[in-house]
């Protein structure tokens, strides 16, 4: 019995460490592409472990049909303001657009002029060596589906020492990037503050420009979370509102969590329609910001105020704090 134990121990052991071989197939694409990776941490200071890693991920090492046939070694699908050549292929969909290069140096510059969009504008303030941070806010600001995926990305990165082109020398001596620059701290704490990075920048709403809203009855008119809302004029109080739209005040009041003394101010969002019980399906969660209240999130989101409070357990009315998670949905 002991041997066999001893057997199946030794077996498992075999299995852990032949699962851990580095591939020899991966090895050969870190020595293609690596200098491409360096140069695109000097260019646009994105992380040149980061981008191996992905390279390798997203390419299988560029075996890829989208390497191979579109040097696409990113997965970087067609946006509207894409006027590049392009790869039709199946992936989440049938025959979905994707960009094409004549070159993988192409792939890998416009990757890194990918992330420097607005949606990935906070991985900018992580430390550059901190690939962790950067792994999980990629994640977090959207990149891939995969919820596995930022564990491959720093299994990749570990595995294959893919932190040594980050810390290149003559990066270094360049001041591209310090050792100093690689604290991270894998805690629920530290995950929160790269979801919060992340959520600032892409699960907000904006209010839209007066001048792309439509009228009803002469006043700007838009939608937010499926219900409609009109903007309150200079002098305009919730009575004299609601006699210009043919309501009773404590109706309209009462849509927009005003039942109390609350004033009107020019430029509010008055829905003319009951809000909903949570957010559209794209805002999960809000971090309570310094001059924030319960009543202009609710308003900002199109939710019941009652419903905002009870979606996050807390007893209505009370105060919230600064940098508090509050769910959407």
Excluded at 196 to 223: C, K, M, R
Excluded at 241 to 250: G, I, Q, R, S, V
Aim: charged fraction near 25%.
């Amino acid at each position: 019995m002991k041997k066999f134990l001893t057997l199946i121990c030794l077996s498992a052991l075999a299995l852990f460490t032949y699962s851990q071989t580095q591939n020899p197939l991966y090895l050969e694409y870190i020595q293609k592409y690596r200098d491409l990776a360096i140069e695109q941490q000097r260019k646009h200071r994105v992380p040149a472990a980061i981008t191996m890693a992905q390279g390798i991920l997203e390419s299988a090492a560029g075996t890829s049909e989208l390497a191979t046939k579109a040097n696409n070694h990113f997965g970087i699908k067609c946006t509207s303001d894409w006027e590049g050549k392009t790869y039709t292929y199946d992936d989440d969909r049938p025959n979905e657009c994707f960009r094409s290069y004549g070159d993988a140096t192409y792939s890998y510059e416009d990757h890194s002029l990918f992330l420097l969009r607005k949606r990935y504008e906070s991985l900018f303030a992580l430390p550059i060596g901190d690939y962790k941070a950067w792994a999980y806010g990629l994640k977090n600001c959207g990149y891939a589906t995969d919820p596995k995926y930022p564990e491959k990305l720093i299994n990749l990165i570990e595995l294959y020492n893919l932190q040594a082109l980050t810390l290149d020398k003559d990066l270094q001596a360049a001041g591209f990037v310090k050792e100093s620059d690689t604290t991270w701290t894998n805690t629920p704490q530290q995950q929160d503050v790269i979801t919060h990075a992340a959520q600032g920048s892409i699960n907000d709403y904006v209010y839209p420009p007066l001048e792309d809203l439509t009228l009803y009855n002469d006043h700007p008119s838009g939608y937010r979370n499926g219900v409609r809302y009109v903007i309150a004029s200079p002098g305009e109080t919730y009575a004299s509102l609601a006699y210009y739209l043919n309501m009773h005040e404590k109706t309209l009041r009462k849509y927009n969590d005003a039942l109390d003394t609350r004033d009107l101010r020019a430029g509010d969002m008055v829905y003319i329609y009951p809000k909903k019980n949570k957010a559209a399906r794209k805002y999960s969660y809000y971090y309570f910001r310094p001059g924030d209240t319960a009543w202009e999130i609710a308003q900002k989101y199109g939710i019941k105020l009652k419903s905002l409070y009870k979606l996050n357990g807390i007893p209505y009315g009370t105060e919230l704090k600064t940098q508090q998670r509050l769910l959407l949905r």
